[in-house]
């Protein structure tokens, strides 16, 4: 089937981007508790899996939300109102959703699933307290899965947006439409997606076109169609493929003189996040040592720190990243 979304002026002066947190949570959560292996994200469910797994998670609120397929409620990912919010200010926006608009989405999941277990049955009967429990729950996964990674993971969609923007201003918001992916293209006015179940229609939808780069949404696209919100397209970002590489080794000496030989060496050893016990061990440095250094490197905003059960996981800044690029340039 191909579903069309019809496009006025106005409709198209208000197609704009964001980066949502939001938007990676359910995808990535439904990789992590997949049997399949990734071709991209290996690397990253290797590392998170077992935390994830630790924390009892798989069988959570996320678990029944997202299921392994199909539909995810619409109130788990609010249409963003800033061109990058924090997770956070997403958790308050879904904390605070209409209790008619939770049971609606409900009522859809319940409709896909076959039936609402009694956790999503509690749910329904009372969004706003049982809202709260989710989003915590939410808080908890993105500590252990996402926080960690997100500058990195930013990096990658802010790249896109970018990208697609320097596009727009060289060839028109046509191009950008038919080269943001294959089953997307542009004309009479008209956005096309192919092999979509679901029509598009203008009058069911809000204004203009919300533009959402991912990092875990793919190979195809996911929509979001919410009245009055502006409709959502969730695409994959250019340059996943590489997004877990890893960097090539840095000469680091120049920085060693400015930050000193073991600050300077824990950057470079937080190519991946990692707790204090684990530098120490890859390091030789004694825990007690690398606790006081990485405490002034997230002082300095070049590490920030996320808790993970029971244990800190460290991850590098982008501050840290441009740092150590530009020190060995």
């Known amino acids: 089937m191909l579903a069309q979304l019809a496009f006025s002026a106005n409709d198209l002066a208000q197609v704009r981007f964001a980066i949502s947190p939001m938007w990676e949570v359910a995808p990535s959560f439904r990789l992590l508790t997949s049997t399949t292996a990734h071709p991209v994200h290996g690397a990253w469910v290797e590392q998170v899996r077992p935390r994830v797994l630790a924390a009892g998670l798989d069988r959570g609120w996320l678990a029944e939300l997202t299921g392994f397929a199909g539909y995810v409620p619409d109130f788990l990912t609010p249409a963003p109102t800033q061109p990058a919010p924090t997770a956070a200010a997403e958790w308050d926006v879904i904390v605070a959703s209409p209790a008619d608009r939770v049971r609606q989405d ?6 896909h699933q076959g039936h609402l277990g009694p956790r999503l049955s509690s749910l329904r009967a009372d969004p706003p307290s049982r809202l ?7 808080a908890t996964y993105w500590e252990l899965a996402l926080a960690p990674y997100w500058a990195r993971i930013r990096a990658v969609l802010e790249a ?7 596009t727009v201003a060289e060839h028109g918001a046509g191009h950008l439409f038919d080269d943001l992916h294959a089953s997307v293209s542009w004309g ?7 092999r979509r179940k679901h029509d598009m229609p203008r009058h069911s939808a809000g204004a203009g076109l919300l533009l959402i780069p991912s ?12 009245p009055p919100d502006p409709p959502q397209l969730a695409y994959p970002a250019r340059g996943i493929g590489t997004l877990w590489e890893k960097r090539p080794a840095t000469e680091t000496r120049a920085l060693a003189a400015v930050l000193g030989r073991s600050r300077t060496l824990l950057l470079t050893e937080l190519e991946s996040p990692a707790s204090t016990t684990e530098l120490a061990d890859r390091t030789g440095l004694s825990p007690a040592g690398v606790s006081q250094y990485l405490t002034a490197l997230r002082d300095a905003g070049l590490v920030s720190a996320h808790r993970a ?17 530009v020190s060995s340039a």
């Open 106 to 111: 409900l009522d859809h999941l319940a409709r």
């Open 132 to 138: 709260a429990k989710v989003t915590q729950e939410i």
């Open 160 to 166: 896109d947006v970018f990208h697609r923007a320097r």
């Open 188 to 194: 009479d006015n008209t956005l096309r997606l192919a």
């Open 215 to 226: 990092a875990f949404t793919g190979p195809g696209l996911r929509t979001r169609m919410r």
């Open 309 to 325: 059960g029971r244990s800190v996981l460290y991850a590098r800044t982008a501050a840290a990243d441009t740092l150590l690029e």
